[in-house]
């Protein structure tokens, strides 16, 4: 009897945490008049697609070379089905469905079905009164539909120029990074464990701060890393408001120390191309060549996204290009990449769920394999702003509410977020503290001035 009691007690309790889990504030939207969701609908996407315009024009001459007048009628084509799109932006036309075949247009087309549902007071799905995490995920599918709807000119990367050229300009930088490597590498065999522990979380902070370099924030303008990583480290650990690395630490120790050599996998989920990138590569290095991890997966994106997000082109590119490079450190770190890749312990991945506007707590029953995928490894990093709006459902949470309610469930294994602050949701603050900084900086969590590292270890595993 008392068993069956104890039995009812614990059903009836997780019941209620089930619930908890599931309730959610409301999704941010540019609905809200001032928001910064708001005027990004209003003033960021236009000027975006405006260049996106701009950048498939001055283009016209290479698609002519490639594919003769066809490809100039298809330039046309795609520009004004741009133009139409960033009409019906600005005068909040209602969302319409994806008229390509592409693989994932039936995800889209019903997502849309359940927005609409969703809408309160009736009325279509728009682009200023929807959740503004699909709008704006909606904008770059949109974007590239115009080119698929136009061959020969689909393959066409509206970015490439502008991710290129971030690349390019952070040349200085990339160059610091790849020198401090080749020397951690040399003598890594050397270092006793609180020296690793340094050496890791001085690479755990330039990944975390390379997340400020993303080009979708300033619009396109160029937004690179031009001084060295390393040495502005110090100066900027005040501005990280919440620091689980030790944990971090900690998740990875934990299997090193069991196994001798490390038997694990780390997963990156990426985030910007350019100098941000590297900065993930070198960390994943440090990873492996410390012994840290046997193994790591990349998972990027499979369509050109939020201006500067890596596509698998980006990423064989950035590798080739290092590989090429003047530079002896940074030649050196692209040729030992390149064989990381060819020996299968670096892979690319990309799922078309990274492409698609869930939340993450709908994972495990939207892409349940990639769900799987990820519950093998030993710990994720979540690069960047968008990720970070995607793990917390881009709700309006209070700034205290745990990181691990805020993720609904969402726990496939250990996992860090790594996020230079660039949208108005933030969770795990001290109470008190957000309210503190916006009486300080009203803009704090959105000028990219401030970062988390913040850690979710799996219910089980606690
Ligand atoms: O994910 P990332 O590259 O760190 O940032 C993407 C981003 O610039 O795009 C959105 C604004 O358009 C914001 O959520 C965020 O600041
Ligand atoms: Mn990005």
């Known amino acids: 009897?008392?068993?069956?009691?104890?039995?009812?007690?614990?059903?009836?309790?997780?019941?209620?945490?089930?619930?908890?889990?599931?309730?959610?504030?409301?999704?941010?939207?540019?609905?809200?008049?001032?928001?910064?969701?708001?005027?990004?609908?209003?003033?960021?996407?236009?000027?975006?697609?405006?260049?996106?315009?701009?950048?498939?024009?001055?283009?016209?001459?290479?698609?002519?070379?490639?594919?003769?007048?066809?490809?100039?009628?298809?330039?046309?084509?795609?520009?004004?089905?741009?133009?139409?799109?960033?009409?019906?932006?600005?005068?909040?036309?209602?969302?319409?469905?994806?008229?390509?075949?592409?693989?994932?247009?039936?995800?889209?087309?019903?997502?849309?079905?359940?927005?609409?549902?969703?809408?309160?007071?009736?009325?279509?799905?728009?682009?200023?009164?929807?959740?503004?995490?699909y709008v704006e995920c909606y904008l770059y599918r949109r974007m590239w539909e115009a080119l698929l709807l136009n061959p020969p000119i689909s393959g066409f990367d509206i970015f490439k120029e502008a991710k290129t050229q971030a690349y390019f300009e952070s040349q200085q930088a990339v160059m610091a990074i790849c020198t401090h490597l080749h020397d951690l590498v040399e003598g890594i065999g050397k270092l006793v464990e609180p020296q690793l522990c340094e050496e890791f979380l001085k690479l755990l902070q330039v990944s975390l701060w390379g997340n400020r370099c993303d080009l979708s924030i300033s619009a396109g303008k160029e937004n690179s890393q031009k001084s060295s990583p390393i040495d502005s480290l110090e100066d900027l650990k005040p501005f990280i408001l919440v620091d689980d690395s030790n944990m971090v630490w900690s998740v990875l120790m934990k299997s090193k120390v069991l196994g001798g050599e490390s038997q694990g996998r780390v997963d990156f989920i990426l985030d910007n191309a350019g100098f941000e990138l590297v900065t993930d590569l070198v960390l994943a290095d440090f990873?492996?060549?410390?012994?840290?991890?046997?193994?790591?997966?990349?998972?990027?994106?499979?369509?050109?996204?939020?201006?500067?997000?890596?596509?698998?082109?980006?990423?064989?590119?950035?590798?080739?290009?290092?590989?090429?490079?003047?530079?002896?450190?940074?030649?050196?770190?692209?040729?030992?990449?390149?064989?990381?890749?060819?020996?299968?312990?670096?892979?690319?991945?990309?799922?078309?769920?990274?492409?698609?506007?869930?939340?993450?707590?709908?994972?495990?029953?939207?892409?349940?394999?990639?769900?799987?995928?990820?519950?093998?490894?030993?710990?994720?990093?979540?690069?960047?702003?968008?990720?970070?709006?995607?793990?917390?459902?881009?709700?309006?949470?209070?700034?205290?509410?745990?990181?691990?309610?805020?993720?609904?469930?969402?726990?496939?294994?250990?996992?860090?977020?790594?996020?230079t602050l660039k949208a108005d949701v933030q969770v795990g603050l001290q109470p008190g503290q957000g309210e503190e900084l916006t009486a300080r900086e009203a803009d704090w969590m959105t000028s990219g001035k401030y970062a988390v590292v913040q850690f979710l270890c799996p219910h089980k595993e606690q």
């Open 1 to 133: 009897m008392a068993s069956l009691i104890w039995y009812f007690y614990f059903r009836v309790a997780n019941m209620a945490s089930n619930a908890v889990l599931s309730e959610a504030p409301r999704a941010l939207s540019a609905k809200y008049v001032g928001s910064f969701a708001y005027l990004t609908v209003k003033d960021r996407l236009p000027t975006i697609l405006t260049k996106v315009i701009d950048t498939i024009h001055r283009n016209r001459n290479q698609f002519f070379e490639e594919y003769g007048e066809e490809g100039v009628q298809a330039e046309k084509r795609a520009i004004s089905f741009l133009s139409k799109l960033r009409n019906e932006l600005q005068t909040d036309k209602p969302i319409v469905a994806l008229a390509d075949n592409a693989p994932d247009a039936d995800s889209w087309n019903q997502y849309l079905q359940k927005q609409q549902a969703l809408m309160d007071q009736g009325g279509p799905a728009s682009w200023f009164r929807s959740p503004w995490l």
């Open 287 to 419: 990873l492996v060549s410390s012994g840290l991890a046997r193994e790591i997966h990349f998972h990027g994106k499979s369509m050109p996204w939020f201006v500067s997000d890596t596509t698998r082109e980006d990423f064989e590119w950035t590798i080739k290009q290092m590989s090429g490079a003047n530079h002896g450190w940074t030649c050196w770190s692209g040729t030992r990449w390149q064989q990381y890749l060819s020996a299968g312990v670096w892979s690319y991945h990309d799922h078309p769920f990274w492409t698609l506007p869930h939340e993450f707590c709908h994972m495990a029953t939207e892409a349940p394999d990639l769900h799987a995928l990820l519950q093998g490894a030993k710990l994720i990093f979540f690069k960047g702003d968008l990720n970070y709006r995607k793990l917390t459902g881009d709700r309006a949470w209070d700034y205290s509410v745990t990181f691990r309610r805020a993720l609904r469930g969402f726990d496939p294994a250990p996992l860090c977020s790594l996020r």
